[in-house]
């Protein structure tokens, strides 16, 4: 899509920019609702900005074919939670480098459309975007996950998802009814009640695979793109990382090792956000939920596009796996 002229002026009049001197489309947003792209301007001590330009009437198709007004609805309480955590977390955030993202430098919201102005990560040394992941990648990416569910344990998702992940079933009744797998839909709300009632409850980001991470050229990781985020059980951002970036013929061993470098940065940062909670506790309670964690989301998987590459012998493997933990008498 186009950016119409009146959003470049408007942008520039929030900025207080001399001028908007080109942009570079990055993406259009999913669905058609509106559109990623980077802005240069002249006048400001940064060269560019990110802008996600947020258009609101109802689009007429779907990847998938899921065009409901129930998806659309999710869809724009997206964008709502998206811009809360911008104007109400994200600058607060940023003074902590252990896992950084953009700060928010302006919201313009209208009756259908919304501005989101931010940070360009590109400028604080944040330069590359990764379509495959070296060893090295997934465990920055591990890193910055463990760094923000130790500083977001326990806060209230005030304005944000009560439950995080675009997956989560209570937002998802369509998909569930779509599964074909009975065991699994049958086990659904099981699941779903294992993760919540988790002893430990952080804010998730909600869609924590590969391309939401941008790097810097020494390995270092920065998260974008905060529509999901809720509160939840970490194994849930786990899991979207690694579905992203599996070929899921991995050794067990290895992924033994994400999941123990994941728990070492979590406990680098309980001990610095939050002395008083006992790493080894939350790692005794979150562990086991890995299996469930996976369980959760090809009961989304499966009933959204069921050919899809993330259902796989090594997915249905944990997902029987917490099926049969959770209904151990």
């Not at 086991?288 to 369980?295: N, S």
Request: charged share 15%; aromatic share 10%.
């Amino acid at each position: 899509m186009s950016i119409p002229p009146n959003i470049l002026t408007r942008i520039t009049h929030a900025l207080g920019a001399t001028s908007l001197d080109h942009i570079e489309k990055i993406q259009p947003l999913w669905g058609g609702y509106g559109q990623l792209f980077r802005a240069y301007v002249t006048g400001k001590p940064y060269p560019s900005v990110i802008v996600k330009y947020i258009c609101f009437p109802q689009p007429e198709s779907h990847p998938k074919g899921w065009n409901t007004p129930l998806s659309h609805q999710r869809k724009l309480r997206s964008y709502q939670v998206e811009v809360n955590w911008y104007q109400h977390y994200a600058n607060a955030h940023a003074e902590h480098s252990m896992c950084p993202l953009p700060r928010c430098i302006h919201v313009d919201q209208q009756a259908d459309e919304t501005l989101l102005i931010l940070q360009d990560l590109y400028n604080i040394g944040f330069t590359q975007v990764r379509k495959t992941a070296t060893p090295a990648t997934v465990r920055e990416c591990l890193t910055w996950l463990g760094h923000f569910h130790a500083k977001y344990m326990h806060v209230e998702p005030n304005g944000l998802w009560p439950i995080g992940t675009y997956w989560h079933l209570g937002t998802r009744p369509d998909e569930l009814a779509a599964l074909p797998d009975s065991p699994l839909k049958s086990a659904a709300h099981l699941i779903d009640q294992a993760l919540r009632q988790s002893k430990y409850q952080t804010l998730v980001h909600g869609d924590a695979k590969l391309a939401n991470f941008c790097f810097s050229p020494d390995d270092r990781a920065a998260a974008v793109d905060f529509q999901y985020i809720g509160q939840g059980c970490g194994m849930k951002d786990v899991i979207m990382l690694l579905s992203s970036v599996l070929n899921y013929r991995e050794p067990e061993a290895l992924i033994n090792d994400h999941l123990n470098h994941y728990f070492a940065a979590l406990t680098q940062g309980l001990i610095a956000f939050h002395p008083q909670i006992n790493p080894l506790d939350v790692q005794q309670q979150w562990r086991p939920l890995y299996c469930v964690a996976w369980a959760d989301f090809q009961r989304f998987v499966k009933g959204w596009s069921v050919e899809h590459c993330k259902i796989n012998p090594y997915t249905e493997s944990l997902t029987e796996q917490a099926i049969k933990q959770l209904t151990m008498v």
